[in-house]
């Protein structure tokens, strides 16, 4: 099974701050990583696909990037409703979450 | 709109089984992967698996096979998750999702608890 691995695992920033969480794959799986939003008692909602494409409706803060094993997910002036945890997710074979990434304001 | 629905929060005893139902609405039923990712208190998202509603086929993740069975019924656009031999860890709260073309989980369930408890 394909193993995701986040860091960190928790945050603290300023409203404004940019703000970087990072995903690494055990195997290659190309641009094949999506990353979802989840906030306390809701289900997670998707923000980005194929690595680096912005859902429709998901504000121009958010930014994906990275290919292979190594993937970036980029808040670039955190906001204070970006307050969640933030979750990778391969789908090259089968599926995997990573950990997950609680993002707090300072 | 699009939306899935579930049946509601079960309370079991350990050992026992658990079905959960997911009703999809607002999109044609046979044209998306229906996954079950399911999160106890607390913890991260965990994938357990997902259903073709086109053919019913099936693929779980290595920690549930041999204990959990996903089923379909296309003529009322519902998807079903059954889980045996119930253990106090799998308590959680378990969502269906819906999987669209770009192979993104984009319509998810409102979540189903599911407490395990003697």
Same mark, same amino acid.
């Given at each position: ?8 695992? +928790? ?43 912005? &859902? ?10 990275? +290919? ?35 993002? &707090?304001?300072? | ?8 929060? %079960? ?17 044609? !039923? ?13 913890? %991260? ?19 549930? *096979?041999? *204990? ?13 998750? %059954?889980? *045996? ?9 378990? !969502? ?5 073309? *770009? !192979? ?15």
């Amino acid at each position: 099974d394909i193993q995701m691995t986040q860091s960190p695992s +928790s945050l603290s920033a300023s409203v404004g701050d940019r703000v970087t969480i990072t995903c690494q794959a055990s195997q290659d799986i190309g641009i094949y990583l999506n990353w979802y939003q989840q906030k306390p008692g809701k289900a997670p909602q998707l923000l980005i696909y194929s690595a680096s494409f912005l &859902e429709a409706g998901v504000p121009s803060r958010f930014s994906g990037s990275g +290919s292979a094993t190594d993937f970036t997910f980029t808040i670039s002036s955190l906001q204070p409703e970006d307050i969640a945890t933030y979750y990778c997710q391969q789908y090259e074979n089968l599926r995997t979450f990573g950990q997950g990434t609680k993002v &707090e304001v300072k | 709109q699009v939306q899935l629905v579930q049946s509601g929060a %079960e309370l079991k005893k350990p050992g026992a089984s658990v079905t959960i139902s997911c009703k999809a609405s607002g999109y044609t !039923f046979t044209d998306s992967y229906l996954h079950w990712v399911r999160q106890a208190p607390g913890q %991260e998202l965990e994938w357990v698996g997902w259903i073709d509603p086109t053919n019913g086929g099936t693929e779980y993740a290595q920690n549930f *096979r041999g *204990r959990v069975t996903m089923t379909r019924d296309t003529s009322i656009s519902s998807a079903y998750m %059954e889980l *045996r031999a119930l253990k106090s860890d799998d308590a959680a709260v378990y !969502f269906c999702v819906r999987e669209d073309h *770009r !192979f993104s989980m984009d319509v998810w369930g409102q979540g189903t608890t599911v407490i395990v408890s003697s």
